[in-house]
T-cell receptor, first 117, second 114 residues
Framework: AQKITQTQPGMFVQEKEAVTLDCTYDTSDQSYGLFWYKQPSSGEMIFLIYQGSYDEQNATEGRYSLNFQKARKSANLVISASQLGDSAMYFCAMRVRKGGATNKLIFGTGTLLAVQP | DTAVSQTPKYLVTQMGNDKSIKCEQNLGHDTMYWYKQDSKKFLKIMFS???????INETVPNRFSPKSPDKAHLNLHINSLELGDSAVYFC?????????????FGPGTRLTVL
C-alpha cells in the first residue's frame, strides 16, 4: 500500500537553528515524486520542494533541502537557519500515478513546527 | 495575479442545503483537483479532472459533484450538506506532463455546516 508517514506531530526549534522534519514513504512504484508543503496558520498550502525518485542529488530550494535516502524510503525536510515565519504545519506528500499523465498526491499527517525566539 | 483562486473563502450553511465552491486557475494547466482537509488536518484527494474529463473519483459520496466547464475551472457542488462535510476544501492544479508535476493549491474554502 502506498503511504506517507510523519512521526513527529510537533516540534520546537530555536530561531537561527536548523531543524529536520521526518518523512518516510511506502510504495512499490519505481517512479514517484516526493513533495513538501507548508501550511501556515492562514491556511494556504505552499509548495516548498520536490524530489523525483530518479534524482541522484538531493533537492535544495534556498533554506530548504530534502534529505532523500531511497534505500531507507525516507525524504526528510531540512530547514536551515530557522525563522519565526517558518512556524507552520509541514506536510510530506508523495505523487502516485493514476492513469496517463494524471497524478494524485497522498499526504502524511503533518508536523507542526514552532520556531522560538 | 493569483494562480489558483477559490470562492468563497468561508462558507457557513445549514444541514440539508446545497452549496457550490468555485475554482479557477490561470496557470494554463490541464489537470485540476479537489482535496478535503478534515478537522485533524488530514488532506485527501476527492476528484481530479484532466482537460475537463473526470479522471479520479476517490469514493466520494454522490452528493458531491464536480463540474469542469473548461480546463481553467473546476467547481464543486455539494447537495444535502451534512455535519461531516465541515472541512477545508482545496482546489489544486498541475500541468499535464510526465516527470515533475507539482500541484499548486488554492487558498482553500472553509465550509462549516451547522
Amino acid at each position: 500500500a502506498q503511504k506517507i508517514t510523519q512521526t513527529q506531530p510537533g516540534m520546537f526549534v530555536q530561531e537561527k537553528e536548523a531543524v529536520t522534519l521526518d518523512c518516510t514513504y511506502d510504495t512499490s512504484d519505481q517512479s514517484y515524486g516526493l513533495f513538501w508543503y507548508k501550511q501556515p496558520s492562514s491556511g494556504e498550502m505552499i509548495f516548498l520542494i520536490y524530489q523525483g525518485s530518479y534524482d541522484e542529488q538531493n533537492a535544495t530550494e534556498g533554506r530548504y533541502s530534502l534529505n532523500f535516502q531511497k534505500a531507507r524510503k525516507s525524504a526528510n525536510l531540512v530547514i536551515s537557519a530557522s525563522q519565526l515565519g517558518d512556524s507552520a504545519m509541514y506536510f510530506c506528500a508523495m505523487r502516485v500515478r493514476k492513469g496517463g499523465a494524471t497524478n494524485k498526491l497522498i499526504f502524511g499527517t503533518g508536523t507542526l513546527l514552532a520556531v522560538q525566539p | 495575479d493569483t494562480a489558483v483562486s477559490q470562492t468563497p473563502k468561508y462558507l457557513v450553511t445549514q444541514m440539508g442545503n446545497d452549496k457550490s465552491i468555485k475554482c479557477e486557475q490561470n496557470l494554463g494547466h490541464d489537470t485540476m483537483y479537489w482535496y478535503k482537509q478534515d478537522s485533524k488536518k488530514f488532506l485527501k484527494i476527492m476528484f481530479s479532472y484532466n482537460n475537463k474529463e473526470l479522471i479520479i473519483n476517490e469514493t466520494v459520496p454522490n452528493r458531491f459533484s464536480p463540474k469542469s466547464p473548461d480546463k481553467a475551472h473546476l467547481n464543486l457542488h455539494i447537495n444535502s450538506l451534512e455535519l461531516g462535510d465541515s472541512a477545508v476544501y482545496f482546489c489544486a492544479s498541475s500541468p499535464q506532463i510526465a516527470g515533475v508535476v507539482t500541484q499548486y493549491f488554492g487558498p482553500g474554502t472553509r465550509l462549516t455546516v451547522l
